[in-house]
């Protein structure tokens, strides 16, 4: 495949993954319009967000197990049929279940542009996967960014949330005509022996990465799908901190190369950690402008757990494959899928005690706010402990080949 090819695949790539991303900023950006439109509890809102991250680990399951066989085109095919369905649907939603079933239409789709891309990336950039990776992955928070900036605007506007959800159709069309018009490549560069990808996905490391993932998924994704509930009494636009959250995090992916062959990954995932811990607390305890500050230290934390995760697992366990890569994204989506309506639980009961101590209104909004990130804050300190057991372990077993770089030679 020549280099022309390969950067259009990678810009369709680019724009399926900002739809993917837009998702999550528009609906976290109508959750109020949501609630008054069909009378929704913050309990309800949870199941909803829910049905959207647990149709990514259905696809990226389903996608990695199908990979070696149908290929990056017709994973990103569904991809697009899914994108294209569950946004009408979404549009059409007279109530609670309609908008379960949408939400989990559009989850599949977002499983599916990352069970699809990710080893499509891998594969045509198999000299420089994990810098890629993390350029791909820059349009996560770019398409957020992106998404978060509409719905203010639409919000401020006066627009409906249907509105909201239309707008992302037109990028849905772009990277439908651009995949579909552009030949891909055969993989290659990914091992693409399915028996020898499930065999190798019970390695006591990827069942750790596993779990890990399921930590830092929740730490960055459930904190900011509910950033509008929770930091919305802070006196701090919950939009604008969330576009300057993922601005943050999308230039620093994008800028990703050089800290990644300079630092050991695993020392970034711990500073990751240590930094979204003390984002997520400071971010509990302020109010008013403070709040952008600790927003700015959560970003910082937040910016290289995703893309890294992916690239240790394409790097260090590349047997795994196209299966493995798939999984472990499907594994956080399917932590936050869970934690969702645990979250918009804590909020309901946080509420409900600031009322029965005579709280109203702002107060009592500010202070289930304060609660639930109070509860998030376990995720990334657990992860700190996880991080530097894992530091030590891969500087004792280094020399070992289930733990050394594959023959690209790139440092994670």
Partial sequence: MNTQQANRLFIASCIALTVTAMTFAIRAGILGQLSESFNLTDSQLGWINAMAFLGFPV????????????????????????????LALTIMADGFWLLLVSSFFVGF????????????IADIYNKNKTTMLNRFHVWFPGGIVIGALISKFMTDMGLGWELQIAVMLIPTVIYGFMMFTQK??????????????????????????????????TTELGTQQWIERILGATGASPMLIMAMITGLMAVG??????????LNPVGILLMSAVLSA??????????????????????????????????????????????????????????????????GGWID?????????????????????QVALSNLAIFPTILIVAFAALYLFMRKNKAQNDVTPNQTGEAL
């Fill in 109 to 120: 789709a977002n499983g599916a542009v990352e069970a699809g891309c990710n080893p499509l």
């Fill in 349 to 369: 009961a946080a509420r409900a005690a600031a009322e029965a101590q005579n709280l109203t209104g702002a107060e009592a909004e500010l202070v289930a706010g």
């Fill in 253 to 262: 992916r994008y800028f990703a190369g050089p800290l990644v062959h300079t």
């Fill in 59 to 86: 696809a990226t399951m389903f996608g990695g197990l199908l990979y070696n066989w149908i290929g990056a085109r017709k994973l990103i095919l569904i991809a697009f049929i899914g994108h294209l369905l569950g």
């Fill in 278 to 343: 003390a984002g997520i607390y400071l971010m509990s305890t302020v109010t008013g402008g403070m709040v952008y500050v600790a927003a700015i230290v959560f970003a910082l934390g937040v910016t290289y757990f995703w893309p890294t995760m992916i690239g240790f697992i394409a790097e260090y366990q590349p047997k795994t494959g196209a299966l493995g890569m798939s999984l472990i994204g499907g594994a956080g989506m399917f932590a936050v899928s869970m934690w969702n309506p645990i979250i």
């Fill in 184 to 217: 891909f490549p055969e993989a290659v560069h990914i091992e693409n022996s399915t028996s020898a990808n499930i065999k190798a996905l019970f390695s006591p490391l990827f069942l750790f990465m596993v779990l890990c993932m399921t930590l830092t998924a």
